[in-house]
């Protein structure tokens, strides 16, 4: 089962200091419905990770991450570009953002609600860049 959450292990490691996702490459991998992702996945598995021509064990680098702070509710909250890969063909429920540049570290797990269909292109959309809706939010 996938549980959509900031996982707990990047909450402990970005107050450690041992994320930093403003310098560190972010990656998102695509997941079946069989993954078991949840608040307590540490890093990175290939374990039910898609399989499908141009798709690479992995996944893509997520671009354009930028934090911001909301000066009226004190919210901090990540946005990066959506995420596309094209030429493929696969069905997936979920997707893990991980940190390739400090040992697959992972940072949050995805749901997408329902299983999705791809092909030929696959776009993650992430929610709009607020205090309220951004995908990742302290």
């Given at each position: ?11 402990a ?21 069989n993954a ?6 540490t ?9 499908s ?6 996944g ?13 509710s ?13 030429n ?12 390739a ?21 696959f ?8 205090p ?7």
């Open positions: 089962m996938i549980v959509q959450t900031i996982t707990s292990s990047f909450k490691e970005i107050l450690q200091g041992v994320q930093d996702i403003l310098t560190d490459t972010l990656k998102m991998a695509i997941y079946t419905a078991n992702l949840n608040a307590f996945t890093v990175y598995t290939s374990a039910n990770e898609v399989v021509t141009n798709y690479s064990a992995g893509n680098v997520c671009t354009g991450v930028t934090i911001t702070t909301d000066t009226q004190g919210v901090v909250y990540v946005n990066f570009n959506n995420v596309v890969w094209t493929v063909s696969f069905t997936c429920r979920g997707a893990l953002i991980y940190n540049s400090k040992a697959n570290r992972s940072v949050a797990c995805l749901n997408f609600g329902s299983d999705k269909s791809a092909g030929p292109n776009t993650v959309t992430l929610p709009a860049n607020t309220t809706t951004a995908l990742i939010r302290l």
